[in-house]
């Protein structure tokens, strides 16, 4: 593996991440790889280069940014239909997939994993209707507070990390409750109609920078994790939350959790939908496993 290319957003993170970067590159050539770098300038822009990276030419993509950033070159390899390996160096907000392979997040360590580390296989998530289609590496969520990734401010993101997060979900929590969606679901096996406020669709164990929000997810089973809470009082989803800490929370009368390879998911109302922290259009989609799994370079212990 010697031929390497960085897809890096310079506006995920900061200065500090930018220095980091420059000594994974230092590193990388002093040991004789062939790096290049190229930074987006705006949407899409990670997108277009990871499809039109070739595995006949490179040996590995490295992402440097956030869950968005992993989202658009996720994407770019799908519609690409390649076999290019890609890795994780975590400088957003939150990384919520990078968090889950425990990749290494200081550039030494990442140098190290990139000489010695192992390709695994990973499910892709698959969402669509008649207008479009999207990849989700980790999640994707229904609802009013699934909104909060891409509505907080940038600024206060780079200030605050994932409390700003938690601020901003709070914040939409009572209007959430307070108008609940009315989903209509349907898998191979059963159709459920439901009201919620939140519905989660899972391919790791990590959400929104908590672990064990879907306790039984693995990305290499060919299965979708999916979690919906059901209409409740704010007493009733104060102790989901606690619940969740223990991985109890899947068993409360108030949680619907199951597994599938495909759902459909529809409403009479106007619901939006976010894949890995960027808006997705609004119901209704389908939701599946992407008929080809993706190569990611991994620590070997």
């Not at 869950?67 to 690409?80: H, M, S, W």
Request: include cysteine.
């Amino acid at each position: 593996m010697k031929k390497i290319k960085i897809i890096s957003n310079p506006s995920s993170g900061s200065q500090s991440n930018a220095n980091d970067l420059r000594k994974l590159i230092g590193y990388l050539i002093e040991d004789n790889f062939v790096v290049q770098l190229f930074k987006t300038k705006g949407k899409n822009d990670a997108y277009n280069e990871a499809k039109n990276t070739s595995s006949d030419e490179w040996d590995l993509i490295v992402i440097s940014g956030g869950d968005g950033t992993v989202n658009e070159v996720i994407n770019g390899i799908c519609d690409a239909d390649s076999d290019i390996p890609v890795t994780i160096y975590s400088t957003g907000t939150v990384n919520d997939f990078a968090s889950y392979l425990n990749l290494p997040t200081t550039p030494y360590k990442l140098y190290r994993m990139i000489k010695t580390g192992k390709i695994i296989k990973s499910d892709v998530g698959k969402i669509s209707n008649d207008s479009m289609h999207r990849y989700f590496i980790n999640v994707f969520a229904v609802g009013n507070i699934a909104s909060v990734s891409y509505i907080t401010d940038k600024s206060q993101k780079a200030i605050f990390g994932r409390l700003a997060y938690i601020v901003e979900g709070l914040k939409e929590l009572p209007n959430t409750l307070n108008q609940p969606m009315e989903l209509k679901i349907k898998t191979e096996d059963e159709y459920l109609s439901v009201k919620s406020p939140l519905m989660i669709i899972s391919n790791s164990n990590t959400v929104g920078g908590f672990e064990n929000i879907c306790p039984l997810a693995k990305i290499d089973d060919k299965k979708l994790d999916v979690l919906i809470i059901k209409h409740s009082r704010l007493k009733e989803v104060a102790q989901i939350l606690i619940d969740a800490f223990l991985s109890k929370h899947i068993y409360s009368e108030d949680v619907l959790y199951f597994q599938t390879d495909t759902l459909t998911i529809d409403s009479t109302q106007t619901v939006p939908g976010d894949v890995d922290g960027e808006y997705s259009g609004n119901l209704p989609v389908k939701v599946e496993i992407n008929n080809k799994q993706i190569n990611i370079l991994v620590r070997r212990d």
